[in-house]
């Protein structure tokens, strides 16, 4: 099983800060999923990101994936309060059934 | 459209009683997951199902924990005898092929005192 690990972990900021959360592997994944889950709620999708360097934007959400696909990164300019969750990535393993395989996630927490 | 829709959304039980969550996934989605989250552990996959048959259970921590998926529509999670270390957040999910993005329920909040 390929493991993903995200940095930080926690992250407290206030309102109108730029912040990166980042998700690291040593392996190569055939395409990578970040989702953000709200207390009480389950996990849901943001972006996918399919191809080497891609970078894709979601309104102030920066998504790039890494050219080697083993790594990549979520950029938000400017956080709001409603910005606030757990920010989760997630890994699809070609060698594995094209499993997913989640990162252990960041808390972001952000203060108004 | 409906998502994946999950109950109890809360249970809380004296351990050594038998737990069942069910989870109902999105039509025409042939995929089922379980997973459980904590803060310690973060989001485990417990076991996938693939067109009603368990494909991978090899996350089921022990014995105690059982899943079923009788038809398309519904699947349950049962935990017997449950203890208070089973305490967690069961997530259920599906998905229309397994690199495709999962639809999450929002979950059963599980507390075993």
């Known amino acids: 099983t390929q493991l993903l690990e995200q940095s930080p972990q926690f992250l407290s900021i206030q309102e109108g800060e730029n912040l990166t959360v980042y998700c690291n592997s040593s392996?190569?994944?055939?395409?990578l999923q970040w989702y953000r889950q709200e207390p009480g709620e389950g996990p849901v999708l943001l972006v996918t990101v399919v191809t080497g360097g891609e970078v894709k934007k979601l309104k102030r959400l920066t998504f790039q994936f890494g050219d080697a696909r083993k790594d990549s990164s979520l950029h938000i300019t400017a956080a709001q309060p409603g910005d606030t969750g757990l920010y989760l990535c997630a890994g699809v393993d070609g060698n594995a059934g094209n499993m997913l395989t989640f990162g252990g996630g960041t808390r972001l927490m952000v203060k108004p | 459209d409906a998502g994946v829709i999950q109950s109890p959304r809360h249970e809380v039980t004296e351990m050594g009683q038998e737990v069942t969550l069910r989870c109902k996934p999105i039509?025409?989605?042939?995929?089922l997951f379980w997973y459980r989250q904590t803060m310690m552990r973060g989001l485990e996959l417990l076991i996938y199902?693939?067109?009603?048959?368990?494909?991978?259970d090899s996350g089921m921590p022990e014995d105690r924990f059982s899943a079923k998926m009788p038809n398309a529509s519904f699947s349950t999670l049962k935990i017997q005898p449950s203890e208070p270390r089973d305490s967690a957040v069961y997530f259920c999910?599906?998905?229309?092929?397994?690199?495709?993005?999962?639809?999450f329920g929002d979950g059963t909040r599980l507390s075993i005192l």
């Open positions: 999910a599906s998905s229309l092929v397994p690199n495709q993005p999962q639809h």
């Open positions: 392996s190569v994944f055939s395409s």
């Open positions: 199902f693939n067109n009603n048959v368990p494909i991978d």
């Open positions: 039509s025409g989605h042939d995929y």
